[in-house]
């Protein structure tokens, strides 16, 4: 028996099998979770299917979280299968094209501050509304982030404010639904190769800079964020609440790495 055997589990946000969501579909499964799926939009519904089928899924349903309409109707469909279920991972980001390029002040807009909080933040409050009727206590809320949250990160730009709000709604979501025996956490994981990433300029030499700087001297995988959301959703972690958990190899510990030293002459 797994450590999740016994939870149901709904997981968003899979663009491809390299999504972090599809490595945590993955762990969950592995570790006895029955699991449901979102897709964002025709284009992504095979992709997600494909995630389903292999983690004995066929609870495959849309979601754009940009409407409220459609997080209430995937929830209402969702417990047509499942009348109560232990929680969700909202694997969700968004800034329009633009926004992660260049100086920050240059780059960054109204519309795209606006849609890039929105999407990436109130999303996760969003979903917590609608499924706070169906969820059953010990029920477990994770969310992702990202080191550019609390510092600032080239080409990152307005996604790092985004990431902060996100970090500040898990506190105050875990504030509000603690009474009812419910967790909020997020994994701040270190950079990986996903589609989403590929949008982030000069990303192959973040990553190459993370390898060498970071103490385990290693990057990170979609299964070690997986296997870490795995315990958060586990009663293993049934103290843990309203914490940004960094899954990093140590990369944010350290202030001034000897790979940086190295460079200068």
């Known amino acids: 028996m797994g450590i999740l055997s016994g939870k149901k589990i709904l997981i968003t946000g899979i663009a491809s099998e390299r999504s972090i969501s599809a490595g945590i579909a993955d762990s969950m499964y592995e570790q006895g979770a029955e699991l449901a ?6 284009k992504l519904k095979g992709r997600v299917e494909k995630v389903a089928a292999r983690c004995g899924s066929d609870i495959v349903l849309p979601l754009d ?7 209430k109707d995937c929830f209402a469909e969702l417990t047509k299968k499942w009348e109560k279920f232990d929680g969700f991972v909202h694997a969700i980001a968004f800034a329009p094209p633009g926004q ?18 929105d999407i990436s933040s109130y999303s996760f409050a969003a979903m917590a509304k609608e499924a706070r009727p169906y969820l059953n206590p010990k029920a477990s809320l994770t969310t992702l982030s990202y080191l550019g949250a609390v510092a600032a990160i080239s080409n990152y730009n307005v996604m790092g404010l985004a990431k902060a709000s996100l970090e500040a709604n898990v506190r105050y979501m875990a504030n ?9 956490n997020a994994i701040s994981a270190g950079p990986i190769r996903t589609l989403a990433a590929s949008g982030i300029s000069n990303f192959k030499k973040m990553l190459a800079l993370f390898e060498m700087s970071a103490p385990l001297k290693r990057c990170v995988t979609i299964k070690e964020v997986g296997d870490l ?3 958060l959703a586990s009663d293993l972690s049934a103290s843990l609440t309203g914490q940004i958990l960094y899954a990093d190899n140590g990369f944010s510990i350290s202030a001034l790495p000897d790979a940086t030293l190295d460079l200068v002459k």
């Open 176 to 184: 509000a639904l603690g009474k009812e025996d419910i967790r909020v």
């Open 37 to 42: 799926f979102t897709y964002m939009n025709d």
């Open 100 to 117: 992660l390029d260049g100086d920050y002040l240059d780059a960054v807009t109204r519309e795209g501050f606006q849609i890039s909080h």
């Open 65 to 71: 979280v940009a409407s409220d309409e459609q997080i």
């Open 229 to 231: 959301a795995s315990v």
